[in-house]
């Protein structure tokens, strides 16, 4: 399926496509212990330090009871590197106050990370054990020694009518500000409970939390966008950017979704959607991943439309500063279903993401380049047994151009719990 109301991808858009060269390495196996207590199932994008340490999460596996976990690659001097579990979270299916089912992670700049769960917490909502949490995990200041694990906000503290005033279940991984402030998403709660854009401040001993937004229900006239997906991301002049699942479409059933921004100023934030998506057909949605920006201000993010029981093709795509959109579209040969947004590398000038889906397999790691052509850097599932992987998330990129990133399957422990990799293109 070729959307063309998406918007695109780099300055003339071809449908070049090549198979690169690049190395490629599986430098962790999940459930490489016994009972997955380093975790299974990877997920998200995983963040580096600034002494090239990796860090992750997992949906599944710990050492209690299932809940997930966050883990730290660290590379050692003869090429190979060393998994740390640095703290397990308990059951989305039990009382869980520490949280369950890490969602995205962010460092700042001295290696405190910092994350949200999905579910969990001291709070309650829609009958779920836990609407989520925003954590801080701190290295301790003896080199092998534990972590420290603290839970900076519960959502649905403020409840009103089982409306969560406060938001619920946060949606990706927070953002840092120069100050140290945390914004992120939640995919429920707010005015509306259609989800909220929330900032977090250090208050004291503490944190408060400040709604900065609540989206509006995206069934009938929601011009603003409702449920808004993944996390946020920032420009130079401090606005934040992101995308939801459906409206932006004035008077309309549903909508395709949108991409926001949010303004600060003297009396709050405003909120614009810079692009609205049109509504796919019925029974279908437009699964928009994370917004990256580069060094001159265009937007770049990735559209596929899931239908009943299968995906489209989907798009990346870029809005130029100028207002200008563009799109490369796969056509599944070259990939298909693009979830998890892209990297811009500003040096290469070019544009590194991942694919679920393709004719050659179960997703891929490909480029694209200033002039739109694209190259499938790897493909996954080419092992017997999709012991390299199957299933990718999003990437991150490292000061000498090396991508890593996580899969949600395949490896070589049992029936596959995902694994860390590296792409040298």
């Given at each position: 399926?070729?959307?063309?109301?998406?918007?695109?991808?780099?300055?003339?858009?071809?449908?070049?496509?090549?198979?690169?060269?690049?190395?490629?390495?599986?430098?962790?196996?999940?459930?490489?212990?016994?009972?997955?207590?380093?975790?299974?199932?990877?997920?998200?994008?995983?963040?580096?330090?600034?002494?090239?340490?990796?860090?992750?999460?997992?949906?599944?596996?710990?050492?209690?009871?299932?809940?997930?976990?966050?883990?730290?690659?660290?590379?050692?001097?003869?090429?190979?590197?060393?998994?740390?579990?640095?703290?397990?979270?308990?059951?989305?299916?039990?009382?869980?106050?520490?949280?369950?089912?890490?969602?995205?992670?962010?460092?700042?700049?001295?290696?405190?990370?910092?994350?949200?769960?999905?579910?969990?917490?001291?709070?309650?909502?829609?009958?779920?054990?836990?609407?989520?949490?925003?954590?801080?995990?701190?290295?301790?200041?003896?080199?092998?020694?534990?972590?420290?694990?603290?839970?900076?906000?519960?959502?649905?503290?403020?409840?009103?009518?089982?409306?969560?005033?406060?938001?619920?279940?946060?949606?990706?991984?927070?953002?840092?500000?120069?100050?140290?402030?945390?914004?992120?998403?939640?995919?429920?709660?707010?005015?509306?409970?259609?989800?909220?854009?929330?900032?977090?401040?250090?208050?004291?001993?503490?944190?408060?939390?400040?709604?900065?937004?609540?989206?509006?229900?995206?069934?009938?006239?929601?011009?603003?966008?409702?449920?808004?997906?993944?996390?946020?991301?920032?420009?130079?002049?401090?606005?934040?950017?992101?995308?939801?699942?459906?409206?932006?479409?004035?008077?309309?059933?549903?909508?395709?979704?949108?991409?926001?921004?949010?303004?600060?100023?003297?009396?709050?934030?405003?909120?614009?959607?810079?692009?609205?998506?049109?509504?796919?057909?019925?029974?279908?949605?437009?699964?928009?991943?994370?917004?990256?920006?580069?060094?001159?201000?265009?937007?770049?993010?990735?559209?596929?439309?899931?239908?009943?029981?299968?995906?489209?093709?989907?798009?990346?795509?870029?809005?130029?500063?100028?207002?200008?959109?563009?799109?490369?579209?796969?056509?599944?040969?070259?990939?298909?279903?693009?979830?998890?947004?892209?990297?811009?590398?500003?040096?290469?000038?070019m544009l590194y993401g991942t694919t679920v889906t393709g004719?050659?397999?179960?997703?891929?790691?490909?480029?694209?380049?200033?002039?739109?052509?694209?190259?499938?850097?790897?493909?996954?599932?080419?092992?017997?047994?999709?012991?390299?992987?199957?299933?990718?998330?999003?990437?991150?990129?490292?000061?000498?151009?090396?991508?890593?990133?996580?899969?949600?399957?395949?490896?070589?422990?049992?029936?596959?719990?995902?694994?860390?990799?590296?792409?040298?293109?």
């Amino acid at each position: 399926m070729k959307n063309t109301f998406l918007f695109a991808a780099i300055v003339i858009l071809t449908c070049g496509f090549a198979l690169g060269q690049a190395q490629y390495q599986v430098l962790y196996n999940f459930c490489s212990q016994p009972n997955c207590a380093d975790g299974a199932f990877a997920g998200g994008r995983p963040v580096l330090d600034g002494a090239g340490n990796l860090y992750g999460f997992t949906s599944e596996g710990g050492t209690q009871n299932n809940g997930g976990t966050v883990f730290e690659l660290a590379p050692n001097s003869n090429g190979t590197w060393s998994e740390t579990t640095l703290y397990s979270f308990c059951s989305s299916s039990d009382a869980c106050p520490t949280g369950s089912t890490p969602a995205g992670l962010v460092v700042d700049s001295v290696g405190n990370l910092y994350g949200t769960t999905t579910f969990g917490g001291q709070s309650s909502c829609a009958d779920s054990p836990g609407c989520g949490v925003v954590f801080e995990l701190s290295p301790p200041s003896i080199q092998g020694a534990p972590w420290t694990y603290a839970v900076l906000y519960n959502f649905c503290t403020i409840e009103t009518g089982k409306v969560c005033e406060d938001g619920s279940d946060p949606t990706g991984p927070p953002v840092l500000d120069a100050s140290g402030n945390l914004y992120g998403a939640t995919a429920g709660g707010g005015q509306n409970n259609s989800g909220t854009v929330y900032k977090l401040s250090r208050a004291g001993s503490g944190w408060t939390e400040a709604v900065l937004y609540s989206f509006c229900y995206p069934y009938g006239d929601c011009p603003s966008g409702g449920f808004p997906e993944n996390g946020l991301t920032f420009d130079e002049f401090g606005n934040l950017y992101g995308t939801t699942a459906g409206g932006g479409n004035p008077g309309g059933e549903y909508g395709g979704g949108t991409l926001y921004k949010l303004s600060p100023g003297s009396v709050g934030w405003t909120e614009t959607v810079v692009y609205a998506f049109a509504a796919p057909k019925v029974n279908s949605y437009n699964i928009l991943g994370p917004v990256t920006l580069d060094a001159a201000g265009n937007v770049y993010s990735t559209v596929t439309t899931r239908y009943t029981q299968s995906l489209s093709d989907g798009a990346v795509g870029r809005l130029g500063t100028d207002g200008a959109v563009k799109a490369f579209f796969f056509d599944a040969i070259d990939g298909k279903a693009p979830l998890t947004g892209v990297i811009v590398d500003a040096s290469r000038r070019m544009l590194y993401g991942t694919t679920v889906t393709g004719f050659f397999g179960p997703g891929n790691v490909f480029e694209i380049d200033k002039f739109g052509n694209e190259t499938v850097l790897y493909t996954f599932c080419q092992q017997s047994g999709c012991s390299d992987g199957d299933l990718p998330g999003g990437l991150v990129e490292d000061k000498l151009g090396n991508l890593y990133g996580t899969t949600l399957n395949g490896g070589n422990q049992g029936e596959g719990y995902g694994v860390v990799f590296e792409v040298t293109p």
